[in-house]
């Protein structure tokens, strides 16, 4: 039986990014369904995803967690628990295509959820955020990944809908990569030639990874007081 597939794209003010993306995730998902879960966008992100034939869910500006969440229960309305879905960032462009061998291994059954790892690349920060991130995924699970913080990954429907609700805000894939885990889910990286914005070594972009780190510790602290 071929399996339905559902692209969720979460964004916030990516007039900039969304079409490219839109028209590579077109090109690559001839069939899906693509749902926009569209963070308060102040720009013209809703308007040119639903110019593109996305189904957009308008969320308030509550974070990339909430957002997503939103998008992926309207995903599940559509597509069931049989379905494959594809989580992805508004920023990747033209190199949105290379997510499709993700949804290929959950599609064979080799893992319920594939994870997108990035070619190695000038690093954007300190590495401090993504070093916690391992740590804590290794000390909660006991098992090491390269990219647990990677937005781009393709889920089986019961692999989705026992990771809703999110985490907010930028909790979200560290927290649903530990209860994976520990739920026993099969998970496999692919490196893959995905291109995206990269943050920079400037006052706002370290301001935007303490938020994120303190994200990622507040998903840890309350992952660590629950015993397997």
Do not use: N
């Not at 039986?1 to 490219?20: C, F, K, P, Q």
């Not at 926009?36 to 990339?64: H, M, N």
């Not at 070619?119 to 000390?139: D, E, M, T």
């Amino acid at each position: 039986m071929t399996r339905s597939l559902h692209v969720i794209v979460t964004a916030r003010d990516e007039a900039a990014t969304i079409a490219g993306t839109l028209d590579a995730l077109r090109g690559a998902f001839a069939t899906a369904r693509i749902v926009v879960a569209d963070d308060g966008s102040r720009d013209a992100t809703a308007a040119l995803a639903e110019s593109r034939g996305a189904i957009v869910v308008r969320c308030p500006r509550a974070g990339k967690g909430q957002a997503a969440t939103r998008g992926c229960v309207r995903a599940l309305e559509l597509g069931g628990s049989d379905a494959v879905y594809v989580l992805v960032d508004a920023d990747l462009g033209a190199s949105a295509t290379a997510v499709s061998a993700l949804a290929t291994c959950v599609s064979r059954g080799d893992a319920d959820i594939a994870i997108a790892v990035f070619p190695r690349g000038r690093p954007s920060g300190l590495g401090i955020a993504l070093g916690f991130a391992r740590w804590a995924l290794r000390r909660a699970t006991g098992r090491t990944l390269r990219a647990p913080l990677s937005g781009q990954r393709a889920l089986s429907g019961r692999a989705l809908s026992g990771a809703l609700p999110f985490a907010p805000r930028f909790g979200l894939e560290l927290a649903m990569t530990i209860d994976a885990l520990r739920r026993g889910a099969r998970i496999v990286e692919l490196e893959l030639p995905l291109e995206h914005r990269r943050g920079r070594r400037t006052p706002s972009g370290f301001r935007h990874r303490s938020r994120q780190l303190s994200d990622f510790v507040g998903v840890y602290a309350r992952r660590a007081m629950v015993r397997q």
